[in-house]
C-alpha cells in the first residue's frame, strides 16, 4: 500500500487577511493622494483666476488715470476725475467706476469676466484712498468660497500724477 502524502500549497486563513489589509491600506492611501492632488489643483486654479482679475481692477484704473491724462487733464485739480476715494466695483469694457455692491463677477459669452452672464463665485472690490494731491493708493481685492472656507486674493497699487501740469 501507497501512503499518500498531502503537501500544504495553500495559503492559511491569517495570511490572506494580512494580505488583505496591506492591499486595503495601500489603496486607500493611494485614493486619499490623488484626491488630496485634485483639491489642491482646484484650489489653485482659483487662486490663480483671483489673481488675475485683481491685477485686472488695478489696470482699469490705471487705465482710467491714463485715459484723464490722453484729454489733458493734468493738474492736481482734474487728474483723478472719477478716481476719487472710495469702494467701487469695475469691468474690463467700462471706462468708469461702478458703485460699490456686493455682486458677484459674471461670466459673459465671450468668457470675459463682468456683471452680466453666468454667476461665478468670485466678488471684487476696489479701494481707492488718497495719499496726496498728487498719489493715491488702489487696493483690488477679490473673494470666493471654495469647501466651506472664505478666500480672499489682494493686490494694491499706488498711482502718480506724474505728468503733472501745475
Given at each position: 500500500?501507497?501512503?499518500?502524502?498531502?503537501e500544504?500549497?495553500?495559503?492559511?486563513?491569517?495570511?490572506?487577511?494580512?494580505?488583505?489589509a496591506?492591499i486595503t491600506?495601500?489603496?486607500?492611501?493611494?485614493i486619499?493622494l490623488?484626491?488630496f492632488s485634485?483639491?489642491g489643483?482646484?484650489?489653485?486654479?482659483?487662486?490663480t483666476t483671483a489673481f488675475?482679475?485683481a491685477?485686472?481692477?488695478?489696470?482699469?484704473?490705471?487705465?482710467?488715470?491714463?485715459?484723464?491724462?490722453?484729454n489733458?487733464?493734468?493738474?492736481s485739480?482734474d487728474?483723478?476725475?472719477g478716481?476719487?476715494?472710495?469702494d467701487?466695483?469695475v469691468?474690463?469694457?467700462s471706462?468708469s467706476?461702478l458703485s460699490?455692491s456686493?455682486?458677484p463677477?459674471?461670466?459673459?459669452?465671450d468668457?470675459?469676466y463682468?456683471?452680466?452672464g453666468?454667476?461665478?463665485?468670485?466678488?471684487?472690490?476696489?479701494t481707492?484712498?488718497d495719499?496726496?494731491d498728487?498719489?493715491?493708493?488702489v487696493?483690488?481685492?477679490?473673494s470666493?468660497?471654495e469647501?466651506?472656507?472664505?478666500l480672499?486674493?489682494?493686490?494694491e497699487?499706488?498711482?502718480?500724477?506724474?505728468?503733472?501740469?501745475?
Open positions: 500500500m501507497k501512503k499518500i502524502k498531502f500544504n500549497k495553500g495559503f492559511t486563513l491569517m495570511e490572506v487577511i494580512v494580505s488583505i496591506i491600506v495601500a489603496l486607500i492611501s493611494i486619499s490623488i484626491s485634485i483639491s489643483i482646484v484650489t489653485n486654479g482659483s487662486k488675475g482679475l491685477q485686472e481692477g488695478l489696470e482699469i484704473v490705471r487705465s482710467i488715470r491714463d485715459n484723464n491724462w490722453l489733458y487733464k493734468r493738474t485739480a487728474w483723478r476725475d478716481l476719487s476715494a472710495g467701487y466695483r469691468q474690463y469694457n471706462t467706476l460699490y456686493y455682486t463677477l459674471r461670466i459673459d459669452v468668457g470675459f463682468r456683471y452680466s453666468i454667476p461665478t463665485k468670485f466678488y471684487r472690490k476696489i481707492i484712498s495719499v496726496d498728487n498719489q493715491f493708493k487696493v483690488a481685492e477679490v470666493w468660497q469647501k466651506g472656507r472664505n480672499q486674493m489682494t493686490a497699487s499706488r498711482l502718480y500724477n506724474w505728468l503733472k501740469e501745475d
